[in-house]
């Protein structure tokens, strides 16, 4: 094989994998990864004359196309940052199939494709759990708009639809070798009836549950607010909040009413994080404002999100990303406020910070780098978090889950509030950052599968397009256009059943996870006892 024909396979397979990000189907995914699968064979069958790494360079280079062309928005909020996430992405996902390739070499060939999968699973689950999460690539979120596809989702979260696509790709490569290789039709019939079969089931399956699920009669009358504020030129003094805060009332005033449950606004609506000190939130100007704003309604509560802080009294009751200035110690965390009719609040700090953006990854080594983390706001420096999700709760006792930004990309941590007892999901986020770029469409897509996993109905709050209205079965309503501001009102239902994927989480990552190590194992006692 030429190398001109192995670097056009490698450019193809990040082409292809790049297309359900950018609005073309998710089942091209499919075939995505057919020309790296291709050239691993090349470089089984060619072992004698070119060593593994060769095969690992194909990959880098598919990984960083594919990288490249869905998430280069994210230089609009820090070059840097971009650069870094889409170089680092690429390097890790290029590892996993080099140690896939190392197996193929090692293994015998469904064994060596087993590895293949279950390291890829394993490294997406790593994606969503250590210190620079970046699961945004995960291969079950190429989905995200054919929601009538993978309605199983309810059972598997995300990751069943990385296993699927996974092993679709290679039905497809050994249907196409056997092609190759003029194989017997009694042999080659069996990659092709898998195909089918694995094809067939999943999708019938979930377009008899797309059209057969009814949801519970709940309903709850929600205001979505969309103010469209520039996040590139607003100001953070006084003047500036206010007016913020009269366009936040004066759209909420047009679509709310005596039927309105909740009105909603974006995150970080209010940025002048000394004012919304969350010990002394009932002396907050803007806070009376609000809550003199709900007596028009009889019903109505807000949940909206500020830039929030906390003083601590000393350095030994602060947390490990308190600052200190004029003396005084405190924390600055991405918040999300709820108040009630009577002004009472709960209050919800992001947990699920953005790296590089948000937070200084691994904190207890690199903190003294912590005051170069560029924060999309009015501070820099890395922001303070809460533990674990929690709901709000509302004067009828309704638990809803304020879910902020990035959070919603996390499916098995916003399972983690419905445990808690959340009957609906408020996702509130600010996409202005992005600039009109596929990042905010990628965003919001990702909340259509959160509604699937969990089937709660959500309300969801962009500081610009898109915000909408999600059913429980992934469908969206309502959605607003970019750079327009606007408020929308509508009914969702409330639901307090638990799915499977809710129950138990990502069970096929903590499977795959032990199946890697066990293989893991076994390639290098092989590489061992041949030396």
């Known amino acids: 094989m030429k190398r001109s024909y192995r670097f056009l396979l490698s450019i193809s397979s990040g082409i292809l994998l790049s297309l359900a990000w950018l609005g073309f189907p998710g089942w091209t995914l499919f075939i995505a990864f057919l020309p790296l699968l291709i050239l691993d064979h090349f470089f089984v069958e060619k072992k004698a004359n070119y060593r593994s790494v060769s095969f690992w360079g194909h ?26 996430a889409v170089f680092v992405n690429s390097f890790l996902m290029s590892l996993v199939w080099w140690l896939a390739h190392a197996a193929r070499r090692n293994f015998k060939s469904n064994l060596a494709y087993l590895a293949l999968i279950v390291f890829w699973i394993s490294f997406e689950y790593f994606h969503f759990h ?64 898998a195909f089918v079969v694995f094809l067939i089931v999943p999708l019938s399956f979930s377009f008899s549950t797309y059209f057969s699920y009814v949801e519970k009669e709940n309903p709850k009358n929600i205001v979505i607010v969309q103010p469209n504020i520039d996040p590139y030129s607003e100001n953070y003094d006084v003047e500036a909040e206010n007016e913020k805060l009269n366009k936040f009332l004066r759209l909420s005033e047009s679509k709310a009413d005596n039927n309105t449950d909740f009105i909603i606004g974006p995150e970080t609506i209010f940025e002048r994080y000394p004012d919304w000190d969350v ?6 100007g803007q806070q009376i404002r609000l809550t003199n704003f709900l007596q028009k309604y009889s019903k109505a509560e807000l949940v909206f999100g500020v830039t929030a802080s906390r003083i601590y009294p000393n350095k030994e009751n602060a947390t490990s990303t308190a600052r200190t200035r004029n003396g005084v110690i405190y924390d600055v965390f991405n918040s999300a406020i709820f108040i009630d009719r009577n002004g009472q609040n709960q209050v919800y700090h992001k947990s699920i910070l953005v790296v590089g953006v948000e937070k200084m990854p691994f904190m207890k080594y690199l903190g003294f780098l912590s005051d170069i983390v560029i924060n999309i706001g009015g501070t820099t420096g890395s922001l303070g978090r809460q533990e674990e999700a929690s709901n709000f709760i509302s004067k009828d006792g309704m638990k809803v889950a304020p879910v902020i930004c990035y959070e919603s990309v996390f499916g098995e941590y916003v399972t983690d509030y419905v445990k808690k007892g959340a009957e609906l999901i408020f996702i509130i986020t600010n996409d202005g950052w992005w600039r009109n770029t596929p990042g905010y469409k990628q965003h919001m897509s990702f909340a259509r599968l959160r509604a699937i996993e969990t089937r709660r109905s959500i309300a969801r709050s962009a500081n610009t397009g898109i915000s909408c209205f999600i059913n429980q079965r992934g469908d969206v309503f309502q959605p607003t256009k970019w750079w327009f501001e606007d408020a929308i009102n509508g009914k969702i239902n409330a639901n307090d059943e638990i799915t499977f994927y809710v129950r138990y989480g990502d069970y096929i990552a903590r499977i795959s996870l032990f199946v890697s190590v066990l293989l893991l194992l076994n390639l290098l006692v092989g590489r061992f006892t041949k030396r």
């Not at 960083?64 to 971009?82: D, E, K, P, R, Y």
């Not at 291969?139 to 296993?163: D, P, R």
């Open 130 to 193: 250590w210190d620079i999460e970046w699961p945004w690539l995960t291969l079950g979120n190429g989905f995200a708009n054919n929601v009538k596809m993978i309605q199983w989702y309810e059972f598997t979260g995300t990751l069943g639809g990385t296993l699927w696509i996974l092993m679709m790709n290679i039905f497809v490569f050994k249907i196409v070798l056997n092609f190759q290789k003029n194989i017997l039709l009694q042999k080659a019939i069996y990659p092709v009836a």
């Open 59 to 84: 990959t880098f280079l598919a990984f960083i196309i594919w990288n490249m062309l869905t998430t280069w928005w994210v230089s609009h909020a820090t070059f840097v940052g971009a650069v870094m």
């Open 279 to 284: 010990d002394r939130l009932q002396y907050n």
